[in-house]
Nanobody
Framework: VQLQASGGGLVQVGGSSKLSCAAS????????MSWYRQAPGKQRMLVAS???????NYADSVKGRFSISRDNAKNKVTLQMNSLLPEDTAVYYC?????????????WGEGTLVTVSS
């Protein structure tokens, strides 16, 4: 599976931005789709995830501001980010969990930089 992320860039404090990630066709079933982020000097952390039943999970720091959604038909996940803060500045990574029979795995997409300026 290959992941192609888009979106990000420079945005002002309080503004909005949207990230999208599309997975290529494969024989694997995508179970969970997630966004992680890594700020300078910090560890990569989970921002939000959505499983193939639509159940979502958010980091406390983004609850109420970010919304994750997925289009199963298109193997696409979107992260809508509102009320952005300087501390949201980070490289954002798309991540998927895969399964095919007894085989499970994961894939990372290339990161996309989101910079929130004050």
């Amino acid at each position: 599976v290959q992941l192609q992320a888009s979106g990000g860039g420079l945005v002002q404090v309080g503004g909005s931005s949207k990230l999208s990630c599309a997975a290529s066709e494969s024989s694997f079933t995508i179970t969970e789709m997630s966004w992680y982020r890594q700020a300078p000097g910090k560890q990569r952390m989970l921002v939000a995830s959505v499983d193939n039943h639509g159940t979502t999970n958010y980091a406390d720091s983004v609850k109420g501001r970010f919304s994750i959604s997925r289009d199963n038909a298109k193997n696409k996940v979107t992260l809508q980010m509102n009320s952005l803060l300087p501390e949201d500045t980070a490289v954002y990574y798309c991540h998927v969990l895969l399964i095919s029979g007894d085989i499970a795995g994961y894939q990372w997409g290339e990161g996309t930089l989101v910079t929130v300026s004050s």
